[in-house]
């Protein structure tokens, strides 16, 4: 089974929101995505990244428009999602499935892209969203319009999923293929229905975090950010326990890996030699 991890946009964010203690520098975040090629179930994306739907879509409503002219990503054309596939010979409609982590705008712009993919999601977290109307979904940081029509006819819901029972430091979770090679591990805090990715058989056990935080060293000195960044957090009291989870697991020997961290891991295409 591979992994690859691709760099779909930058974004820029005071050191000081993301890391207590920090500057006021700004640092280039990256907004990852990533591809497993899974023996059995095929080609699968993890999320999307940020693409043009959500960036410069000449349809895009007021909110979105907003939000992108705010947080200003800088689309990396090298590493959207159809250059990615191409390197490895793929075309979307190849795609069998994407796992989407958690319905943000950076994580999902680019569903529409996938026609024949189904969506490996929280089917609790869609029921919320689908029963909020757009407006109370801005609030929870969801663009209803980002969701293809067909979402909920092509969702496969973690909770039809067999549960493994955590272990020893490594988290448990829902067995995603059926085989125990890639499983979805709740992390709350962030947002509704957030899960990260354990690869549990790889010679170094790996948690794709997501955006439980933004940087490996947060975590790593203990310097999880404060106010304002809690602040957007879907649920802040349990930002802090979800961190407490990632470090028992890091100190069983894993690695931890963040959607928005900067520095490269053996993972990201970039760091590949290509
Ligand atoms: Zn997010």
Redesign the pocket.
Known sequence: MKIVFANSAWVGAAERLILRGGSWRTVRLRVRYGLILHPQAGPVLIDTGYTPHATTGPNRSAALRLYGAVLRPALNAAEQPLPLLARFGLIPRDISAVIVT?F?A??MSGLSLFPEARFIASDAAWSRAKARTSWQNLRH?VFSELFPADFESRLDGLSSKPQIAPHDGVPGGADLFGDGSVMAVDLPG??DGQFGLLFPNLERPLLYAV?AQWLLTALTENRTPGLPATLLAEDTAALEPTSEMLRRFLATGGEVMFCHDPEPTSYDLDSEGG
């Open positions: 958690h943000h950076d994580h940081g962030h947002a955006d």
